[in-house]
């Protein structure tokens, strides 16, 4: 069992930065392959938003999120981070962080086993 609690979240004005931080306890945080992070809106699907492997070697953005957020992730500190700026009204959702044993060719939420919280991100325009 791994545990997953994020923070950092709040509301910012459209163009404002937050960083989002995933503490893990429990199994050994370097054991999961794979680090994420997934947002959903009121009334939408979760969707992907960024993912990180092991070494932080292999990283990959969402579409939308790319060239505005970065994923790292410190193993020492058992932390994986989500640094965004740029922020839009649109990236306004619950933000989650979520591990998984496997580097998979679509990120989906079912690939992740484990999932904090969420943490609110409300983007005011």
């Known amino acids: 069992q791994v545990q997953l609690v994020e923070s950092g979240g709040g509301s910012v004005q459209a163009g404002g930065s937050l960083r989002l931080s995933c503490g893990a306890s429990g199994r050994t945080f370097s054991n999961y392959a794979v680090m994420g992070w997934f947002r959903q809106a009121p009334g939408k699907e979760r969707e992907f938003v960024a993912r990180?492997?092991?070494?932080?070697?292999?990283?990959q953005y969402a579409d939308s999120v790319k060239g505005r957020f970065t994923i790292s992730r410190d193993n020492a500190k058992n932390t994986v981070y989500l640094q965004m700026n740029s922020l839009k009204p649109e990236d306004t959702a619950v933000y989650y962080c979520?591990?998984?044993?496997?580097?998979?060719?679509?990120?989906?939420?079912?690939?992740?086993?484990?999932w904090g919280q969420g943490t609110q991100v409300t983007v005011s325009s």
């Open positions: 990180i492997n092991r070494s932080g070697g292999s990283i």
């Open positions: 979520a591990a998984s044993r496997l580097w998979v060719g679509v990120p989906v939420p079912g690939d992740f086993g484990y």
